[in-house]
C-alpha cells in the first residue's frame, strides 16, 4: 500500500524476452555492408565480391545444367529399316491393320524394299481386320472365327520370319494375301 491509504493497481507480468534491449540481434561483423549513393548520371560501382547470379527455373522443370548448350533440332531417322519392318509386323499382329497403314503412309518412298514388306503387311493385316468383322455374322461366323484365328497364327509367324527375309535381302510372301494396296 502507498503513502496515503490508496491501493496500486496490479502490475501484469511482462513475457519472456520482452525486455530484450532494442539492439539488432546481428553482431555487426555479419552485417551487409552500407552502400554509397552514387551521384546522379554514375553507373552504379559494383562491390567487391558479388555471388553470381541464378535464374530461377520454371515450376516443375529440371534444373539446367549451367555449362549445357542445346543442340539444334534434326529429326531423327531410323538407322536400321529392319528395326522399322519388324516394329511394324509386331504391331500389326496386335492391333490389327492401324500400325500397318501408319508405317505404309510414313515410310513411303524410303526404302523401296521395305515398302514392299509395309504393303505386304497392310494387305494382311486388312484380309484379318475384314475376317475378325464377319466372325459376327450368325452361322458362318464360327468359320470365319477359325480362319481369324488361323490368320492371327499366321501372322505371328511372319512377325518372326519377315525381318530376317528383309536382313538377309530375300522378300517375304504370306502364304495366303489378297493384294488390296497395289
Not at 48 to 75: C, D, E, I, R, T
Amino acid at each position: 500500500m502507498s503513502d496515503n491509504n490508496s491501493p496500486t493497481p496490479p502490475v501484469e507480468p511482462t513475457p519472456p524476452g520482452y525486455d530484450a534491449p532494442a539492439t539488432s540481434p546481428v553482431p555487426p561483423a555479419y552485417q551487409q555492408p552500407v552502400q554509397q549513393q552514387q551521384p546522379y548520371g554514375q553507373p552504379p560501382v559494383p562491390p567487391a565480391y558479388q555471388q553470381p547470379v541464378q535464374q530461377q527455373q520454371p515450376y516443375g522443370q529440371p534444373p539446367v545444367p549451367p555449362a549445357y548448350q542445346q543442340q539444334p533440332y534434326q529429326q531423327q531417322t531410323m538407322a536400321d529399316p529392319a528395326s522399322a519392318v519388324t516394329l511394324n509386323y509386331w504391331l500389326s499382329v496386335f492391333f490389327s491393320w492401324i500400325p500397318a497403314l501408319i508405317f505404309f503412309l510414313t515410310e513411303k518412298g524410303k526404302n523401296g524394299f521395305s515398302d514392299e514388306y509395309n504393303k505386304a503387311n497392310l494387305n494382311f493385316s486388312i484380309l484379318r481386320g475384314i475376317t475378325g468383322f464377319l466372325v459376327v455374322i450368325p452361322y458362318v461366323g464360327v468359320i470365319f472365327g477359325f480362319l481369324a484365328l488361323a490368320l492371327f497364327i499366321i501372322h505371328i509367324i511372319a512377325a518372326v520370319d519377315a525381318p530376317k527375309k528383309f536382313r538377309s535381302g530375300q522378300p517375304y510372301k504370306f502364304p495366303f494375301n489378297i493384294a488390296f494396296i497395289k
